[in-house]
């Protein structure tokens, strides 16, 4: 968009990714719900194999099914 820093090329990415300053770092978490670990294992108490299918990446996803009781340590989980 010509609008926007008029006479850049915006397809030389090396011009376009030089001089720039990080000036903010922000992380955000969507924390489990305090509920969800005892769900979980009143899920597993009652002999229901508990799985969890989440598109997020692997480590954020090994991470929640820990925190919520689907995964042990130790214990490795499948990734398709």
Not at 58 to 65: D, G, K, L, Q
């Amino acid at each position: 968009n010509d609008d926007f820093l008029p006479g850049t090329d915006w397809d030389d990415e090396t011009k376009v990714m030089s001089g720039l300053t990080c000036v903010c770092i922000v992380g955000i978490e969507d924390p489990v719900r305090d509920e969800v670990p005892e769900a979980i294992l009143k899920c597993q108490r009652a002999g229901i194999t508990v799985r969890m299918v989440t598109g997020d990446n692997v480590n954020t996803a090994r991470s929640i099914a820990s925190k919520c009781g689907i995964l042990r340590p130790g214990e490795d989980g499948l990734v398709l």
